[in-house]
């Protein structure tokens, strides 16, 4: 029954129903489908969906939903659906094809996945992420994505973090791009047919609630500065994550939470968004004129091998430029994961690993003029299999990290004892993802009724860390394969509502507030640009809500984070008009929403007083450094309630998680 009420229901708090459906948990997505309602042909016709994102979840669902007969509105930000972030992912995507025939299965893929997120997800939904990854690959092998191939045709695979199998699937570092252009032709079929309407360079500002469920967007074109009505039966948020509240990040400049902030204070939760992933091995900041940091995939920890020197006067060294990662040989090298955990060595979750380098740079092994690097080391494998077989796999890495840096990975360094040193790269921990975000029950809808949120800006299934090459999965999952079939349980009783005019007093009523914000922003006309306060708030939150934590600085950090959004209001200098195009009012708009969420995150990091996977709370850890959880009392999702106010604090309401097959157990990846 999809209705129904299980025992963890019952004990919920107010308003919030996971809706799990009954059932062994490896029947419950194949009920659901055999139960929910579905929409008719012909009332299928008769419904439209606002579909906020281009990116993978955004692009992939569009071009789903059209093709089932749903009429579709389509809006991103860039002037391009292919320019959506997603087009930045690089090393790959998991499904549990077990192609290598290493033992992997659905099982294994669910298992591994619960496991990496320090079991915090909620155990049915990445059930059924596991169950539909293969369908995803079959879809996008369907759709000509040329996923790398073995010599003798087939897909090839390679591995990824918190997994002892290869099961991930990648078009050499581009995987991302690829993805998208096999969705980008999907939409690009149906806009051909005019099933899906595009709205590029317009950005949704607000999600009109009429009668308590969602039924429209206010958005702003981006190029003539006019807000717009936009009416539907139902509204999907896809519009990713607000790793940038970070301010340095390896997400794209534009990536923005404002969409989820706007939903969030009209009423979606917003759930566990202390959870934001630092992964490690990202180009170090070099400077504090930097905007941008540069993910080095994670698919570079199946041939390189991260290091630090053994001695400490080794690294003073290197830290003064006095001699370079090759003139130290092998005895004298410290492989510190493979030393720590054995038995997953250089592929531990990012989690881990971005903790295992940090604690070696705090111990003064950190190996550039910072101290706040390690090395990632070809030279084992190019001596093995030869530089040219690196280059196929990771040419286009091996090339951004010689743009960046001037320096080659690959290039010969030394002979020492007759062994062949080849340059590293330097790779420092950064801020790549969040896990958190808007909450969503197990049919990817909000606690606002008829608003749906799919991709990296929902919370949904990976726990307190995401496994590598899982996102582009999830995306991809809830786009073409669960939104699709659940969306329906919500539209099947729509058709008989007229198509709402946008000149109902709720429309009015919001477009007015967003101009009246507008406006409120232009006349600040203090003295500080948008970026000199949105560096103030990075550097807030990578101190105080970084990657530790303690009461003390989530404190300290909360009480800067209200001061900044003084500072914000009452000194933000915009310069131009808010007429036509204005990139500085646009990135005030999403700077303004970056606080509040920075405020959720360090609410729910200082609420949690237990570590688990990115949340890292240094008053828990074990004797060994590792996060130490606390399942009696944390065993459930954090759901952040807005109480009316940017000003005040937000509610805590609880979803408790309920496992049902895993144990739930102490990580354990060193044997
Ligand atoms: C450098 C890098 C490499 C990565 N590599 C991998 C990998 O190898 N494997 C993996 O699994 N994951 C990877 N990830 C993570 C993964 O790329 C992202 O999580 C995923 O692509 C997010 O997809 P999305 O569709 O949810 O959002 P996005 O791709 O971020 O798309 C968001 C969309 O929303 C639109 N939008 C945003 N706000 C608004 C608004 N207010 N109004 C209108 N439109 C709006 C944007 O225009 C865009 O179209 C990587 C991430 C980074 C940063």
Redesign the pocket.
């Known amino acids: 029954m999809l209705n129904s009420k299980t025992k963890s229901d019952i004990t919920m708090a107010k308003k919030i129903d996971s809706r799990i459906p009954e059932g062994p948990i490896a029947e419950k997505w194949t009920n659901y489908k055999a139960h929910q309602r579905l929409v008719n042909p012909k009332n299928k016709l008769k419904l439209d969906v606002i579909v ?8 992939s669902a569009a071009a789903s939903l059209a093709e089932m007969g749903f009429n579709v509105y389509n ?4 002037d391009s ?1 292919r ?12 499904a549990a094809k077990n192609y290598q025939n290493d033992g992997d299965s659905v099982y294994r893929l669910f298992y591994d996945t619960v496991k990496g997120g320090d079991y915090r997800a909620r155990e049915a939904n990445v059930y059924r992420l596991a169950e539909v990854s293969n369908d995803i690959i079959d879809q996008c092998v369907a759709q000509g994505v040329p996923f790398a191939r073995e010599y003798g045709g087939m897909l090839d695979n390679r591995s990824f973090g918190g997994a002892q199998v290869s099961r991930t699937f ?1 078009a050499k570092g581009q ?2 791009q690829q993805l998208l252009l096999g969705a980008y032709s999907s939409l690009s079929k149906e806009v051909q047919k005019g099933k899906v309407k595009l709205y590029t360079r ?4 607000d999600v009109v609630i009429i009668d308590g469920r969602a039924r429209g967007i206010i ?1 702003k074109n981006l190029v003539t500065g006019k807000l717009e009505r936009f009416s539907a039966n139902a509204v999907v948020i ?4 607000y ?1 940038n509240a970070y301010f340095l ?4 400049m ?3 939470c ?2 989820a902030i706007q939903c969030y204070r009209k009423g979606a939760m917003m759930a566990n968004p202390s959870y934001v992933q630092i992964h490690p091995t990202c180009i170090p900041v070099h400077g504090d004129k930097q905007s941008k940091l ?2 080095m ?3 570079l920890r199946n041939d390189g091998r991260i290091w630090v020197p053994k001695k400490l006067e080794d690294a003073k060294k290197l830290q003064k430029g006095e001699i370079q990662a090759w003139d130290i040989p092998e005895e004298d090298r410290d492989y510190y994961l493979e030393r720590r955990y054995p038995a997953f060595g250089n592929l531990v979750p990012r989690d881990v690993a971005s903790r295992a380098a940090k604690e070696r740079c705090d111990k003064g092994f950190g190996v550039n003029n910072t101290g706040l690097a390690v090395f990632l080391d070809f030279s084992e494998s190019i001596n093995r299999l030869g530089l040219d077989a690196m280059k196929q796999r990771y040419g286009n890495l091996f090339d951004m990290y010689e743009e960046i840096t001037d320096i080659y990975p690959g290039d010969f360094g030394k002979e020492i004892n007759g062994v062949k040193y080849y340059k590293p790269m330097m790779i420092f921990p950064a801020i ?2 969040t896990m958190g975000g808007v909450w969503v029950d197990y049919e990817l809808q909000t606690t606002i009724p008829g608003l749906f949120a ?4 929902n919370f949904s299934d990976h726990g307190a860390n995401r496994l ?6 999830q ?1 991809l999952a809830d ?1 073409y394969f669960v939104l699709p079939y659940t969306i329906q349980n919500y539209l099947a009783d729509q058709a008989i509502w007229p198509r709402l005019s946008t000149d109902m007093p709720e429309f009015d009523a919001a477009e007015k507030a967003v101009a009246a914000e507008i406006d409120r922003l232009m006349n600040i006309k203090g003295k500080r640009s948008v970026d000199s306060i949105h560096k103030e708030l990075g550097h807030i939150m990578w101190e105080h809500v970084g990657m530790g934590r303690t009461k003390e600085g989530l404190e300290e950090g909360l009480k800067l984070l209200k001061d900044l959004r003084k500072e914000f209001d009452s000194n933000l200098f915009i310069p131009g008009s808010k007429e036509g195009m204005n990139v500085e009012l646009d990135k005030a708009i999403h700077l303004r929403d970056f606080i509040l969420m920075g405020e959720l995150v360090a609410y729910d990091a200082l609420h949690r007083e237990e570590s688990c996977g990115g949340h890292f709370r240094e008053e828990h850890q074990t004797e060994e450094g590792e996060a130490k959880r606390d399942d009696e009392n944390f065993f459930y999702v954090g759901c952040w309630d807005y109480q009316g106010s940017d000003e005040k604090a937000p509610e805590l309401i609880k979803e408790p998680l309920n496992y049902e097959i895993i144990k739930v157990q102490q990580r354990n990846y060193k044997n």
């Open positions: 906020v994102g281009t990116g993978l979840a955004g692009a809006f991103c930000i860039q659906p320019r959506a972030h997603s087009i930045a992912a690089q090393g790959g995507i998991n990648y995987t991302g317009y950005e949704m500002e958005a896809a519009t990713g994550g790793g990040s390896t997400n794209a534009g990536c923005n404002t969409a540069t993910l995939s994670e698919s790549h993802y799919i991709g990296e800006c590598g090459a899982s996102a582009l999965m995306g786009g």
